[in-house]
């Protein structure tokens, strides 16, 4: 679905969007989530995650900071998102950094279904196999147009790597999105955060195809291209992108003629 | 205590107010605690909550995100300030949205004894025993200014419901507060912050009574009317919000004449 | 190392930083991380802390929030640091305050051996063994140079109290740091923050000699200093200061003449 009815049926269904994730930026997450329009819940006790699950519209798991117990309550809430036909987001932060993040990553794959997969090149890389360069959760080389045609085959799965050019596929479309600003990569947790609207705009549409996935990443781009003009730092650049996206969502409409997305 | 009074003696005095609460609007919560004129601890080791509660002039119990452990830490922790004659504040984030989370409060108001307890209307209602609609933690409908009057009298409690109209009951008087702005429904932990407010003022005056908790809505919603001007949208609102209690606590003077409190 | 040349090199090399740190302040301290020109990363989870910090060019543990499997992962950590000849500091975060503080800050430096210990001035005074005043996680009193050269002589490490001075000593050499500015003192994790700073210049000097030490504590002052300029409170500091921070780590040469170091 493109961008504009997404945001548009999110501004009136407030979809909820479960995330399981990392306590570096789930403040941040949580809030953008709400900027594009959608309710954010954050659960992650086993005793509740089902329950959470079965009540939401997409489910978002982040694999930034790990414990075991998390780990659980994600294959939970995976298998539970499965069972009741709702989008699994996956972003699978830091693979190829340790063994433990690269196992987590097949598990969660192996165990659940998982509608799109949004990570940086290297981590994608890593998931595909190839030889990528991740140092802790940056990544620094790979191969993101090949990457994400092979995740995207392997998985049946919609696969995005971010960047300044970001590539989605399903493995047999594949997009480039050339929105985006280079102060983007000077805040933490920007990967996440493009991982939410996914979730958010999947939620709304009813699915995480290619055209929503890359439709969701070009609109976070283009909120990030509006708040650069605010910003003068990292610093002062969050919350005006905070305020970008809100304004986005709330008039969709702004978004002509502004997302850059092409078929490769 | 009235609000005015209870700012200037935090000032003075600089209360401890230990947060038992949520990862998602933990450093919101520290902030604003900060920002009233008191200070934050964090701590949840069952090991030492019992030390920092006995320290302590207020504890703050916010269940946003929950697991067994921390459960358990705000159990004893609770007992402790019961002991040692501090007020305890609950917030019942998501009551009504999972059975954990439910559970959880009854288990907690059955335990401890609460001076007050602070929620959005669904949350409130679903503590009453009415029916309400909660999504995720979001409230979407509740008859607040019944539960608050009915949770009050079955607990003892002050209780409030806060939403674009605070109600604040103690069973016997009700009060509305109309101070707030619709910024505030759009920042995450917007809630949380309120409760933490609840906790500084009451751990300044040494009391939850109804007048304390009215009080300290009024003055958190004068602080959000004073940062909506300067503010872009939600992601700007959030550092003028701390601006703006910072200044009204310093200077609690400013706030005569603007706290909008009625008996109902 | 002087801050323009271990700046200069963090530019260069953009060495990964593995922070172990609490919930309250983490992301603050990884945005300060990534703005001082490191890279951060977030890793707590027994399984991978080991490898993590083998990738890692220094780790910084700070005790915030504790509980014991952290506590694990901290000395796990620690002792693939010193094995790899990676500078450790530690941030004895609110030791003194409860005895579970206390007692991991002296199993930590009795397990690891650290190269800097940054801590406010009562912080440091508990790891002395001598009297201070901590309320919480806030510093009331302690008599600051002289506990960094009790701990300094007694650790074998850099030692720093922070405060509207900040004393550095490495036991022989004692040095004074004049810059910062009071705002710096209403936002939480200011202290976080320093000592994440002070973890980045370690990782980029390879070294935390007290030259390194107070030349990071400075230059964080500095930072404060640009941002108070600009900042209408506690709550638009915070993003000003990464700015600044930003700005200055990325021209380091406009720190010339502005680091108030000196000799006691």
Chains 1, 2, 3 share one sequence.
Do not use: W
Request: net charge negative; charged share 20%.
């Amino acid at each position: 679905m493109n961008a504009r009815e997404a945001l548009r049926r999110a501004g009136e269904t407030k979809p909820l969007v479960h995330h399981i994730t990392n306590y570096v930026t789930v403040n941040l997450v949580a809030n953008v989530t709400l900027a594009t329009g959608a309710l954010p819940v954050m659960a992650q006790a086993k005793e509740e995650v089902r329950e959470m699950t079965s009540l939401a519209s997409a489910l978002v798991l982040n694999i930034g900071t790990l414990d075991p117990q998390t780990v659980e309550a994600m294959v939970l809430a995976g298998k539970t998102a499965n069972e009741c036909g709702v989008p699994v987001v996956l972003d699978p932060v830091g693979a190829g950094a340790t063994a433990l993040r690269t196992r987590t990553v097949e598990r969660l794959v192996s165990e659940v279904r998982v509608a799109a997969v949004c990570g940086n090149a290297g981590e994608i890389s890593t998931v595909a196999g190839l030889e990528a360069e991740v140092r802790g959760v940056e990544s620094l080389a790979g191969d993101a147009e090949q990457a994400v045609r092979l995740v995207a085959k392997a998985l049946g799965a919609t696969v995005a790597a971010t960047g300044p050019v970001d590539y989605v596929s399903d493995g047999e479309t594949t997009l480039a999105v050339c929105n985006g600003h280079p102060l983007m990569g000077r805040i933490v947790g920007s990967g996440c955060a493009s991982t939410a609207v996914v979730g958010c705009l999947a939620a709304s549409a009813g699915t995480a195809d290619v055209e929503t996935v890359a439709h969701a990443l070009a609109f976070y781009g283009a909120a990030g291209e509006d708040a650069a003009g605010l910003s003068d730092g990292p610093g002062t650049f969050e919350p005006r992108l905070l305020d970008a996206i809100s304004a986005l969502s709330e008039k969709p409409e702004r978004l002509e003629g502004r997302l850059k997305v092409e078929g490769l």
